[in-house]
């Protein structure tokens, strides 16, 4: 099967249309033509019919009478291009009269028929006839035929010559003419197809020039500029994230190797081995629990999670939560305030909510300062639920605001060393919060405290 070029097939859609347009344009403007001349033709022959009726007179012995001086002078005296013929029979369908022009010829006189027009043949040269009886009290005393030549008729068959040549001529200059124009229309897609085959896994800086009109390529082109910009943020993210779990997985593992190095140098007692071990052992903890958080963040960072739609009871999901918690917050002596005065009811993601809500606690015990506060509560504004968690603990400087969601950010805390994290949890809970189109901010202050507040949907239940 032959394969043709976009251009080719616009320029050859084009012509298809065309064709059928010049095609039916055509055929009109020769069935007028060919109508007007019938037409013409006819009145002229009928007009020609009624002068020579007027030239018979009848008597009252069952015959006629042709007043030949004055239709032979009237022949002599007119000055017609296409040539009348006329002709009388006697009721015997005997000549009686001719025109001069007919010569030695005759004209055919047909049965059965009576102010018809009749084409047929005068010495191999095609004319139109009609022939009327001549009645005399109410009997058939005579015929008259007229005819007339049909060479006006030649005028139809040259237009049909003419139309029949020019129709394949305009269609390939119409197929070329489309072709062109078909060309520079799609010049914007050949600049798409020529800066496509340039962007590679290695180069996606470049973009496609935007054409000067705004038309359905201007759109075709700034989508594919918007599809490759996210496809450029999001490998930059990957390779982002790569290298930073790659520094903070060798990091513990350093820790550990180096311990260990330490720990064979020389013979050490019990106590000795025991604490290194145990410091060992935090760490592969440490390196456990970074290691499911970047497994858990890989899980929603590419690919949508097929998020449950369930009612969610969201004072007890928040007990449970701080329920895990008891011992740490337990630890650090903190005083947790979760007062519930109403009963809250959520649509989502059970598990996901889990999630958020339990990472935003553990963060606020961990930021918390010994013996300090941290505060729950749950509100109602307008038809959504607000959630919010306070610490009063170190607090965020003002400047590490917008930058505490991205993975492996952590704030400054350089004055508190005993603090450990990954900086994977808050960037959890964003990833989270977009999935399940919840709203999250956050409030602080360096050395004052942090406020987490978190916006649901109202569950309306039945």
């Known amino acids: 099967m032959l394969s043709f070029s976009f251009k080719n097939r616009i320029a050859f859609n084009y012509i298809v249309s065309g064709s059928i347009l010049i095609a039916i344009v055509f055929l009109f403007i020769y069935n007028i033509v060919k109508f007007s001349v019938n037409k013409h033709v006819n009145e002229e022959i009928q007009e020609e019919l009624y002068k020579h009726l007027d030239d018979v007179s009848t008597d009252s012995n069952d015959t006629y ?36 022009n007919l010569k030695s010829s005759n004209l055919k006189l047909f049965p059965d028929s009576n102010n018809e027009f009749i084409d047929t043949k005068l010495n191999n040269i095609p004319v139109r006839q009609i022939q009327t009886a001549i009645i005399n009290n109410n009997q058939i005393v005579g015929y008259l035929v007229v005819a ?35 060309g520079r229309s799609i010049k914007p897609v050949r600049t798409i197809i020529e800066t496509s085959s ?4 290695d180069n996606l800086q470049t973009r496609i020039p935007l054409p ?65 071990i145990q ?55 903190l005083k947790i305030k979760a007062e519930f005065t109403e009963d809250y009811y959520l649509i989502s993601d059970n598990y996901l909510v889990s999630i958020i809500i339990s990472n935003l606690i553990s963060n606020a015990i961990k930021y918390s300062n010994p013996n300090g506060e941290i505060a729950i509560e749950l509100g109602k504004k307008n038809d959504e639920v607000t959630f919010s968690i306070t610490d ?40 989270l919060c977009d999935l399940l189109k919840l709203e999250i901010a956050v409030e602080s202050n360096l050395s004052q405290g942090t406020t987490f507040i978190l916006s649901f949907p109202l569950a309306k239940l039945k």
């Open 65 to 100: 009478l042709i007043q030949v001086d004055q239709w032979r002078a009237r022949e002599h005296n007119s000055i017609s291009v296409n040539p009348v013929f006329v002709e009388f029979y006697d009721n015997n369908k005997e000549i009686i009269d001719k025109s001069p």
């Open 148 to 182: 007339m030549s049909l060479e006006d008729f030649e005028i139809v068959q040259i237009l049909k010559n003419i139309l029949l040549v020019t129709f394949p001529i305009i269609l390939i200059l119409l197929f070329l003419i489309a072709r062109f124009f078909a």
């Open 198 to 201: 340039q962007i590679t896994k």
């Open 212 to 276: 000067q009109n705004k038309d359905e390529l201007y759109v075709l082109s700034e989508n594919i500029n918007n599809l490759l910009s996210r496809i450029e943020n999001a490998i930059d993210r990957e390779k982002q994230f790569t290298s930073d779990a790659s520094h903070e997985l060798r990091t513990p593992l350093a820790v550990i190797k180096g311990t260990m190095e330490v720990l064979i140098r020389k013979p050490r007692n019990q106590q000795e081995y025991e604490e290194k």
């Open 279 to 333: 410091f060992c052992i935090s760490e592969v903890n440490r390196l456990n629990h970074m290691v499911d958080q970047l497994l858990l963040l890989a899980r929603f960072e590419n690919q949508k999670q097929n998020v449950k739609q369930e009612t969610i009871y969201l004072n007890a999901l928040i007990l449970d939560n701080l329920t895990r918690f008891s011992e740490k917050s337990e630890n650090k002596k």
């Open 392 to 431: 009063y603990g170190v607090g965020i400087a003002k400047n590490d605001l917008d930058k505490i969601f991205n993975s492996f950010y952590r704030s400054d805390v350089s004055n508190h060393p005993e603090i450990k994290g990954t900086g994977l949890g808050l960037s959890i809970v964003k990833r």
